[in-house]
Nanobody, 121 residues
Framework: QVQLVESGGGLVQAGGSLRLSCQAS????????MGWYRQAPGKQRELVAT???????HYADSVKGRFTISRDNAKNTVFLQMNSLKLEDTAVYYC???????????????WGQGTQVTVSS
């Protein structure tokens, strides 16, 4: 089994900061890309940021310059530092990891349970 457990969500005022963490655990051979997605009420889930195993990053235009994704490969953990938060950043944030459980298996994606981020005015 593989589990992705997110933490760090909460309520913050506009302009404030939060740091999300997501740790993958279980039988894991290798983790390729990791990322953060979010889903606001009534909207589809959207990509926020991704990071490869060697640290290459990609961001949605809406968060560029405000959010920073990073990872600790030794701890199978990905982080999302969110600064200058806006009301429109309010959503449930989900962690995703593309990983192999065993060397002879194909990689597949796993999701965390989500963590709520609420930005207030």
């Amino acid at each position: 089994q593989v589990q992705l457990v997110e933490s760090g969500g909460g309520l913050v005022q506009a302009g404030g900061s939060l740091r999300l963490s997501c740790q993958a655990s279980g039988t894991i051979f290798i983790i390729n890309d990791m990322g953060w997605y979010r889903q606001a009420p009534g909207k589809q889930r959207e990509l926020v940021a991704t990071i490869t195993s060697v640290g290459s990053t990609h961001y949605a235009d809406s968060v560029k310059g405000r959010f920073t994704i990073s990872r600790d490969n030794a701890k199978n953990t990905v982080f999302l530092q969110m600064n200058s938060l806006k009301l429109e950043d309010t959503a449930v944030y989900y962690c995703n990891a593309d990983l192999k459980r065993w060397s002879n298996l194909r990689a597949q994606g796993y999701w965390g349970q989500g963590t709520q981020v609420t930005v207030s005015s």
